[in-house]
């Protein structure tokens, strides 16, 4: 098997290094360690969905399980359903990625993520699969799957459990996936006005120049039509980035920040701390120490956020890249959630401060540099094998600035991520740690 769980499920080149063999052989694995009973089937539009969503329901129903396909939905809504439900699912998704990748994300009953021991467990009934050459889908054909529409159910419970938000205009991109069907129609129906960009997928135009990772025509859409704010989710709806009325970038950084304060100071903060992982910026953390809250630090991935809110009982957590999880709320990050949030604590101030100036006050950033180096293989100890280097770099930043070395969970690529002063520094030690790792490495 050369796929493996990564940080957020297992992604790859659709029906190539993921092939539908291996989804089926996912779905197997995944009953044979979480069980049989009912499962939950969802994807998002792109054009490899429907084969590995049919493969993947294969897999399930020939090892006992009753897979229920939920069709094209965001992320969150699966997991919402597979709560509601008290089911496992898996998603068909590569999120962020571009169309021709795919991956497979599974929930436990419950909605929620898989811990590292649960994700080994699949893996190794896959590879006994393997060893042993099992292949009971083809002993018998399985019977058709049922349907529902699990999208529409997501739409009604967003809108039953929202505040209202007449008398905002908001642009919203929908990145041309799953949120394309449902994010304008609950903004609309809160009293939104809703200016809708990117949701007409058509299998391949998903994260294409749009979304959360390219803001670009959203932030121009926002001035232009003089709206309150932007909201940009990613192809599966499970991050949001925000834009305020001057068409400046608002991310998950700082949409933390804004909920930690205002849940602060209705009671229900739980713990009076907030969850981030190791890329928040410094700025972050001292807003947050500034204002009394404590922050908890976890590694990439937002399933390592979800562990930490449910080991120490608290209520808010995310990532910079904008997946915000309010855990009494939701199982895993939604990003039509955080964004109706979001729309709910300006419609509270009634007008008197708009989104640029609350983003503003909440915190200072740091100028951050990232550099995404591709390798050629994967180098999970990354930061090890470079702990020189990295020491040499943090002392000449001192207490002013940070060094993050880290291998992706999803690709082959070595990240280095630099905060300094200045943006020059920032840059210089960046590239400088960016050109040892393409030596080594590339």
Known sequence: MALRFGTDGVRGTALTDLTTDFASALGRGAVDVLGAGRWLVGRDPRESGAALESAVATGLASAGADPLLAGVLPTPALAWLSSVLGVPSVMVTASHNPWHDNGLKVFAAGGLKLSDELEQRIEEAIHRQAATQVERRDRSEPATPARIDGAADYVRHMIDTAAPIEGLHVVVDCANGAMSGVAPEVLSTLGAQVSVLHASPDG????????????????????????????????DGDRVIAVDERGQVVDGDRLLALAALRLRDRGELRGNTVVVTVMSNLGFHRA??????????????????????????????????GHIVYRDLATTGDGLLAGLQLCAALREHGGAASLASLADGVMTSYPQVLVNVSVRERHPDAAGELAGDIAAAESSLGSEGRVLVRASGTEPLVRVMVEAATDELAQRIARDLADTVRRRWA
């Open 288 to 321: 947050m120490a500034a204002a009394g809250i404590a922050v908890a630090t976890t590694a990439v991935g937002d399933r390592y956020v979800l562990e930490a809110l449910e080991l120490g009982g608290f209520s808010l957590g995310g990532e910079q890249s």
């Open 204 to 235: 391949r135009n998903i994260n294409d120049q749009c979304g959360a990772t390219d803001t670009a025509a959203l932030q121009a859409a926002v001035v232009d039509g003089r709206a309150d704010l932007g909201l940009a989710f990613d192809g």
